[in-house]
């Protein structure tokens, strides 16, 4: 037996790991790398909508700007207040005269509440998601991933921890991006040129 462990330990473990290591491919981030965070990836300064701004103003603004939703903040004190996304403008118009029942738990009456609040919605205050999901300049990006995969969400609002001012937007996109930007890392020099933006 002892032979045998052996002849296992020092003739057949070198050709199974030498043979099994040459094509080997990591599958998530690798764990060498720096731990990004999110204040090394956000757009900063994004735009924003009031919630005074009319309804029909802001998908026009939104269009022209190429995007599909934005975070909503106070004019003066530019803390975020909620977001509006083309899933509330979608609301808004599928709804558009329909009925809402009346009637079940409370779960569900809030929710019927909530929807004819959307389809009456003149300004993005009324249209707007007034709880949102928020993340600091600290978090790492990980961490943010997760929650955007936990929550369905395609961006998340950068505020400052003290004060819950608006200071930046994390959409997939960047997060994507800086993916790409680690694999480029983590990639012998050869093989990461070959990955482009």
């Known amino acids: 037996m002892k032979f045998l462990s052996f ?10 790991t030498s043979s099994f290591s040459v094509n080997r491919v990591f599958v998530g981030t690798p764990s060498k790398t720096d731990a990004r965070l999110v204040q090394d990836c956000m757009t900063s300064n994004p735009v924003t909508l009031l919630p005074s701004t009319t309804v029909d103003e802001a998908i026009q603004d939104l269009l022209r700007l190429g995007f599909n939703g934005a975070p909503v903040v106070d004019p003066e004190s530019n803390n975020l207040v909620g977001v509006v996304s083309a899933f509330d403008f979608l609301q808004k118009e599928e709804g558009g005269g329909a009925l809402l029942p009346m009637q079940g738990s409370p779960q569900e009456l809030e929710s019927v509440i909530r929807s004819a609040r959307k389809i009456c919605a003149t300004t993005v205050g009324d249209l707007m998601t007034p709880v949102a999901i928020t993340i600091t300049p600290t978090t790492t990006m990980r961490d943010a991933a997760a929650i955007m995969i936990k929550d369905r969400l395609h961006r998340l609002c950068v505020v400052e921890e003290e004060t819950g001012k608006l200071i930046g937007v994390l959409a997939t996109s960047d997060v994507m991006k800086d993916v790409l930007t680690t694999v480029r890392q ?12």
């Open 186 to 197: 983590a990639l012998p020099e050869s093989e990461g040129e070959n990955l482009s933006p």
């Open 7 to 16: 002849f296992l330990s020092s003739a057949l473990l070198p050709l199974l």
